[in-house]
């Protein structure tokens, strides 16, 4: 049975804010505070997909998640009308606002860590959603993520969706971010390749900031998918996270045989032993970009490996494209490196398509981390919720969507107002609407 990779996109939400909530994501950081458009970041995203489906990939997409969370504010003790709630929240403590508010679970690539079912003990598509726990804002979305991810892909026949781990410090997990498969066919078994930041008994005196993804994370959710045995553990480099590459995704991308990589990505003896596993289990093609050609500044200020690496049109891995952010294309070293990496005809990228995110970018995530990638077989594509595949006409009536209910500006003392808690719910409501969701959301039930 042949078997493809379809990309589900994060639809970015009507509450857009650059709030720099994540720390050591530079973008993020820099970039507090300042006005945002969510009307063109959605539009942004959605022209992405539009892009990849024109191009003939397989394109789907996974809801915002409910924006402003109020549940979570009355757990922490306000009480009264949605009003009443965000004006107390504004008088006694704005700082949650900007928590409640948060943009981030655009971000897909963090949604979960997904295990085809080629390689999975159960024989079913495996996902866990990421407990995020590193930072208070990423932290709430694991629950709306695993909802989100049981209506897409709700054929238990087909997909197992579990638990995200518990939320403890030592099972940090950062979803797809800090994974990736190495296959020679998407129908075929692969290797599952974890990436993690710091183990339990490991030296983080040398990080300026954290390191988000724990070894024993990665191991617990191997375990969970029965994938122990063919899955490699490769430790991220402390000069890679104290240079901003806060997630793996950030320094190196894979799809099918192949790693794309900056040089100091990783730790040079956890880099020796990884690889010479995966040669022993894939036909591993590691292509490395040397730090004489593309610095780390530069790697990570232009998002570099934050493009989507993808199999050709024919699901080949011989000619395969990069979708990279115009940031790389507008660095001047990058762009030159990308000129020269597609004329070496002894690695497989043979082409690259500049998109344009540059209000997710702003925000600290580029085309790689609006997606999760899932690797289908036909009777799994055809059991996926229909909904939430996209052709042209999807992606008009969510354009649509956009433009009627999305702001152009978004301001930080905006996040205030009550009357914006009543435009993101309407936006959301009308939404599951044009959908035929039925009472999907925590207030249409209520």
Not at 349 to 373: H, I, K, T, W, Y
């Amino acid at each position: 049975m042949s078997a493809c990779e379809v990309n589900f996109d994060g639809l970015i939400g009507p509450n857009h804010n650059y709030s720099g909530l994540a720390f050591g994501n530079l973008a993020s950081s820099r970039n507090a505070n300042n006005v945002s458009s969510p009307r063109q970041a959605a539009l942004q995203g959605l022209e992405k997909m539009r892009s990849l489906h024109r191009l003939g990939y397989r394109q789907g997409f996974l809801l915002p998640q409910l924006r402003p969370d109020l549940a979570l504010l009355r757990r922490l003790g306000f009480t009264g009308t949605d009003s009443a709630v965000i004006e107390a929240v504004a008088r006694q403590a704005p700082e949650l606002l900007s928590m409640v508010y948060s943009a981030s679970s655009m971000w897909a690539a963090n949604a979960a860590t997904v295990t085809p079912s080629a390689d999975a003990a159960d024989g079913k598509v495996n996902f866990t959603p990421a407990n995020l726990v590193t930072t208070a804002h990423r932290a709430i979305e694991h629950n709306q993520t695993q909802l989100c991810l049981e209506t897409v892909f709700a054929d238990s026949r087909y997909f197992n969706v579990h638990r995200a781990l518990p939320s403890q410090a030592r099972f940090a997990d950062e979803g797809a971010a800090n994974h990736s498969r190495l296959s020679s066919d998407y129908g075929q078994r692969g290797v599952g390749l974890f990436v993690y930041g710091r183990g339990a008994q490991g030296d983080t005196n040398t990080l300026t900031f954290p390191a988000r993804q724990t070894m024993e994370a990665s191991q617990a959710v191997a375990r969970q998918h029965g994938v122990c045995e063919q899955s490699v553990y490769l430790q991220q480099s402390a000069i890679a996270i104290n240079a901003g590459a806060f997630h793996n995704d950030v320094v190196s991308v894979a799809n099918g045989p192949v790693l794309f990589f900056h040089e100091q990505a990783f730790e040079a003896a956890s880099q020796q032993r990884a690889f010479a596993q995966l040669k022993e289990r894939v036909d591993f093609q590691p292509v490395c970009v040397p730090t004489a050609k593309v610095s780390l500044q530069d790697a990570i200020g232009s998002y570099l490996f934050n493009s989507q690496l993808l199999a050709g049109n024919d699901g080949s891995f011989e000619n395969m494209r990069l979708i990279a952010p115009t940031e790389c294309r507008d660095n001047p070293r990058v762009n030159a490196y990308l000129a020269e990496l597609v004329q070496d005809k002894t690695q497989p990228v043979c082409a690259v398509e500049f998109v344009d995110v540059r209000q997710s970018m702003s925000n600290g995530g580029g085309p790689a981390c609006l997606r999760l990638r899932v690797a289908l077989k036909d009777d799994e594509l055809a059991a996926v919720n229909p909904t939430f595949m996209l052709d042209d006409a999807r992606i008009d009536e969510l354009q649509a969507w956009v433009n009627q209910h999305y702001r152009d500006e978004l301001r930080p003392d905006d996040l205030k107002d009550p009357a914006f808690v009543a435009e993101c719910y309407a936006a959301f409501d009308d939404l599951t609407r044009r959908l035929n969701l039925g009472n999907y959301y925590d207030f249409q039930r209520a």
